[in-house]
């Protein structure tokens, strides 16, 4: 069955995915940022099949990830070098290191990152390259690009933090003052309504 195509969504995570998100691609390229540029080097270490890893090598060069490039004639032999954009994709191989540190290393932590001059583990975080301001959802927001369709603008407008808390808030009035009940007219002492 052939898998459905995100090259035609809008969205950059979902066209990210299709070049990376299959994950033996991940893992491919983790092994590239650590050096490893040859075919027999990426299957030993990551104990993939021939015909698994010779498509998946050929999709990243074909995504720009990686560039092919011959270092043997005879016989004729290739490497696998990370591109400018493949080297783009470090930060996210750092969070998603950190990430599953975080919630999936039971054991503990079988790899940690550190300063180089230091040997001090590092905590990475997602800043903004010109504030130097930790992002995170109550500070930052995603807002339609110059590029975006119709779609993707009623989709961020929808799920924005200050719309989603005004939509919130308008529903909670609106239920306080439906659950609100009704004055009634005042009454005497003796129980009977009181006439106006």
Known sequence: MKRKSFEKMQCPVARSLEHVGEWWSILILRDAMHGMTRFDEFQKSLEIAP?????????????GLLERRQYCER???HEYVLTERGRDFRPVLI???????????????????????????????????????????????????????????RKLKKNSPSEAASSKSNSLKSNSLKSKPKPSAPRHASGKNRPA
Do not use: C, Y
Request: proline share 9%.
């Open 51 to 63: 015909n698994i890893l010779t498509r998946r090598l050929s999709a990243l060069v074909e995504a």
């Open 95 to 153: 969070s998603l290191q950190v990430w599953g540190n975080r919630h999936f290393a039971p054991e503990g932590l079988s790899v940690v990152l550190t300063d180089v001059e230091t040997g001090v583990k590092v905590d990475p975080m997602l800043v903004d390259r010109l504030t130097g301001q930790p992002i995170n959802q109550l500070t930052h927001k995603n807002l339609p690009g110059p590029a975006a369709s119709e779609r993707i603008k």
């Open 75 to 77: 016989p004729p032999r």
